[in-house]
């Protein structure tokens, strides 16, 4: 049973556009999500969350949005940057957290 | 770099086998999480320790076991090994108990059963 579903396993991206990374979740029990980055050989690193209280998370370029009616955020990175090619990961949860199986976003220079 | 340490970076070992990952946390967590990603898989959550104590369970199979010891390191064990226990395992920290802390994560264990 996938909870937190990221259905696009990849994305291409000009640089300097908007990437848009989506994530789908079934349990309305959650009340945060998490988007994590991870490059190649590394860990997973934090990146930016979002409490089901609201609607909309920015920090920097990259901002959260969630919508509860539909069960689905998504993260917008602007402008988008070749260093930002990473796989992304989004995750909900309440005490233990569920996560989606990435999507590869690829920034083309 | 995260602060969190895990040992060793790659493991090959042969089926049937018992193996053990090591994690040490960033300075000050109290919390460890262990997280298995197999090939096209999300990271699926497998336990966490607080301060030495198993504060939440999630998809840890009975073959494999987990502890914190006192100085917060923690390890985790896999025993009788399957060819589908091949994977990344991942160590994550976080200061607290867990809910909204954000988890630090190590750079992984690669695992090899052939």
């Known amino acids: 049973d996938q909870q937190v579903k990221q259905n696009s396993p990849s994305l291409s991206v000009q640089e300097g556009r908007i990437s848009i990374l989506n994530c789908d979740y079934t349990?309305?029990?959650?009340?945060?999500f998490l988007w994590y980055k991870k490059y190649p050989a590394e860990g997973p690193t934090f990146l930016i969350s979002?409490?089901?209280?609201?609607d909309k998370n920015e920090d920097g370029r990259f901002t959260v949005f969630l919508n509860k009616s539909a069960k689905h955020l998504s993260l917008h990175i602007v402008p988008s940057q070749p260093g930002d090619s990473a796989v992304y990961f989004c995750a909900g949860g309440t005490y233990k957290y569920i996560f989606g199986t990435g999507t590869r976003l690829k920034v083309l220079a | 770099d995260s602060g969190v340490t895990q040992t060793p970076k790659h493991l090959i070992t042969a089926t049937g086998q018992r193996v053990t990952l090591r994690c040490s946390p960033r300075s000050g967590d109290l919390s460890v999480y262990w997280y298995q990603q197999s090939l096209d898989q999300g990271l699926q959550f497998l336990i966490q320790y607080y301060n030495g104590e198993e504060r939440a369970k999630g998809n840890i199979l009975e073959r494999f076991s987990a502890q914190q010891f006192p100085d917060l390191h923690s390890e985790l064990n896999l025993s009788s090994l399957e060819l589908g226990d091949s994977a990344l395992y991942f160590c994550?920290?976080?200061?607290?108990?867990?809910?909204?802390?954000?988890?630090?994560f190590g750079p992984g264990t690669r695992l090899t059963v052939l």
């Open positions: 349990n309305s029990m959650f009340d945060y």
């Open positions: 994550a920290s976080s200061s607290g108990q867990g809910g909204t802390d954000t988890q630090y």
């Open positions: 979002i409490s089901s209280i609201k």
